[in-house]
């Protein structure tokens, strides 16, 4: 199974979680662990990379769309620094109680990150650190996979998760797509349905 496109998670995968809760300017930034390399070694050979991220911020009004959007640029301009891709940012700015259909562990933000690449659910992989976001991938009808960053740790021990591959980190994860580590929990990566 090789996946085309994979669709990760923001805070806790690509970024660590600011004390603050929210990432609400550029300077606020600070990358994951692994996440500058892994993410290069992801979207090498053509694979798209596409991020997707709840930003509840937005709709709480603690933060203006503008400035979510400079903190985006720049994530993106230290991706392609290091080698790495970011070909679509997705974030619901709703606030929990908008019953929008792209909060996460709404599948919305996946269907359209998929609909934007033009590859099937079938070689689409997402990635994140929580039990919603495995949640969202499993309704949007892709495979999933679990990094320990950010909340990764606590949610791996989830009874709920128990079946999802898991990573160290986005490097584990970059070098699992290139045929080089088994996923440490032993699980077929594979979409459901799909044989
Ligand atoms: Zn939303």
Excluded: Y
Excluded at 18 to 47: C, Q
Aim: proline share 6%.
């Amino acid at each position: 199974m090789d996946f085309l496109h994979v669709i990760l998670d923001r805070d806790g995968v690509l970024n660590a979680e600011a004390p603050s809760g929210w990432v609400t300017r550029p300077e606020d930034w600070a990358w994951e662990r692994g996440a500058l390399e892994g993410l290069a070694r992801i979207g090498s050979r053509g694979r798209r990379v596409s991020v997707a991220t709840n930003q509840s911020c937005v709709g709480r009004g603690l933060v203006e769309i503008a400035a979510l959007d400079a903190v985006h640029a720049r994530m993106g301009a230290e991706a392609r620094a290091a080698g790495g891709r970011i070909d679509a940012v997705l974030v619901c700015p709703h606030a929990p109680d908008a019953g929008c259909e792209c909060r996460k562990p709404a599948p919305g933000l996946v269907i359209r990150a998929i609909r934007l690449a033009g590859i099937p659910a079938a070689r689409t992989l997402f990635v994140g650190d929580s039990e919603r976001d495995v949640e969202a991938g499993r309704r949007a009808g892709v495979a999933t996979a679990l990094v320990r960053t950010g909340k990764g740790a606590a949610s791996a021990a989830l009874p709920s998760l128990a079946g999802v591959p898991r990573f160290d980190d986005l490097v584990h994860l970059a070098a699992f797509l290139e045929g080089g580590a088994a996923p440490a929990a032993g699980a077929e990566l594979l979409a459901p349905g799909v044989s």
